[in-house]
């Protein structure tokens, strides 16, 4: 029983430092505290019934104040997991609205594109259903996991060859197709930015705009997303766009202050004269 209460404890002791170290979803963190909440009502449940025996080798009548405390510690935590929770849902809600309302305007920026079969936006961070590895037109898998698929490397390289040798509209057209075969693969957000970049070179601004927002709502925490965040801003901003433009490229810091991109925010702000 002894044993069961310092568990318990450290348990406790353990909680916040651990959901923030660790990489525990809130959903996790939830469920052990209400395992340990139950593990302590029947802690509690055998430590009456074991009588005054009991009471003294769990260390005297002090025992049930101690555990009074861990339970009140539990429903501290507890509700500040479910604060948590719902900050990271507004949070979350705030962004997937404000791609969806991007993904309108840039749509309507773009010849040929019906915003009315604009889509509701994939909330961002949301994890998608578990399904089967992609298939690349060379018959090898390619997972989210970091491993570069057969051909991989070898198809970026192409595309991007391309794009050096300034034939943008090819380029695109490349960086497109490897997004689509080796879709999560570890080069697909640097290919999904230049997709962009080659667009923007070959006159398509509203085509690039489209890349980098594709880019940033497939990955917003990706290693390209401040750069998709930065270059879309800028894109609408050459679009005409300048409300959208600057709430855009304020975004960039907010969500990644340490990147390279912020730190290019300024003169961007500058530039399309953002208060």
């Known amino acids: 029983m002894r044993r069961v209460m310092l568990g318990t404890a450290l ?39 074991s009588g005054a025996k009991g009471m003294q080798a769990a260390g005297g009548s002090s025992a049930l104040e101690r555990m009074d405390t861990m339970e009140a510690e539990l429903t501290r935590l507890t509700a500040m997991t479910e604060q948590l929770k719902d900050r990271v849902d507004k949070v979350v809600k705030d962004g997937t609205n404000r791609v969806g309302d991007l993904e309108f305007r840039v749509c309507e920026l773009e010849e040929g594109c019906d915003p009315s079969a604009v889509g509701q936006a994939q909330p961002l961070g ?37 794009l050096d040798q300034g034939d943008f509209r090819a380029a695109a057209d490349l960086f497109k197709t490897f997004t ?24 398509d601004v509203p085509g690039a705009a489209r890349a980098w927002l594709d880019g940033f709502s497939a990955e917003p925490e990706g290693k390209r997303a401040a750069d998709d965040l930065l270059e879309l801003g800028k894109a609408l901003g050459s679009l005409g766009q300048q409300t959208e433009a ?9 969500r990644f202050p340490s990147s390279e991109a912020a730190g290019k925010v300024a003169a961007a702000q500058a530039s399309l004269s953002c208060q």
Do not use: W
């Open 11 to 49: 348990a406790l002791a353990l909680a916040a430092p651990a959901a923030a170290a660790d990489k525990q979803t809130l959903a996790d963190i939830r469920a052990e505290l209400a395992q340990l909440s139950a593990q302590l009502q029947d802690l509690r449940t055998e430590l009456v019934a």
């Open 246 to 254: 600057c709430a855009t490229l304020a975004e960039v810091p907010a």
């Open 180 to 203: 689509e075969t080796y879709p999560g693969g570890p080069l697909t957000g640097d290919a999904g930015y230049l997709r962009g970049e080659a667009l923007m070179k070959a006159g």
């Open 126 to 162: 949301g994890a998608a259903p578990a399904a089967a590895a992609p298939v690349a037109s060379n018959g090898s898998s390619s997972t989210s996991g970091g491993t570069m698929a057969m051909n991989e490397q070898a198809d970026f390289d192409r595309a991007k060859g391309v």
